[in-house]
């Protein structure tokens, strides 16, 4: 697992900003801008992220902030994890399930301050200074699970 880490902290530093459209039954659809950084740290087995998305759309909410979340990818105990915590108040800890050099699903271990919540997954797929950032669930309300986001990414040269 210190490899797959490790492939992590340098697929993912740096600053990257794209598009996204975000959708499920319990929403209205809407496109959206996104920011997200990628902090790895040179002595630890960590990265930090911090991600912000703004609707991007004809409502008057355009150019609001839709969704802040910020947190972890780690080592620890020879499992590599997400933890997030969203400006909404939802707490998050995620285990990686599969890789396969450039692609990495998380899966969700537990979600808290969030009632609805039963299932979540973040996916990311990152190559040639691109990254595509999904996230799938499902809800007490709506059990099936499927995509509730998708959003393409290019980093920013420094």
Request: aromatic content about 12%.
């Amino acid at each position: 697992m210190k490899t797959i880490i490790d492939q992590l902290k340098n697929l993912l530093a740096g600053k990257w900003v794209g598009e996204g459209f975000a959708q499920f039954p319990s929403i209205e659809p809407s496109a959206y801008t996104e920011e997200t950084e990628f902090k790895p740290d040179e002595d630890k087995d960590a990265i930090l992220f911090v991600q912000k998305t703004w609707y991007e759309n004809e409502s008057t909410n355009n150019g609001h902030t839709v969704f802040w979340d910020t947190g972890f990818i780690l080592l620890r105990e020879e499992q590599v994890l997400l933890h997030s915590v969203q400006v909404s108040g939802r707490i998050e800890q995620y285990r990686l399930t599969e890789h396969d050099g450039n692609r990495y699903a998380f899966d969700s271990l537990s979600i808290l301050v969030d009632p609805k919540a039963t299932r979540s997954q973040r996916v990311f797929t990152i190559g040639n200074g691109r990254l595509r950032y999904e996230m799938n669930m499902s809800t007490y309300q709506i059990l099936q699970f499927q995509n509730h986001l998708v959003c393409d990414l290019h980093r920013l040269d420094e």
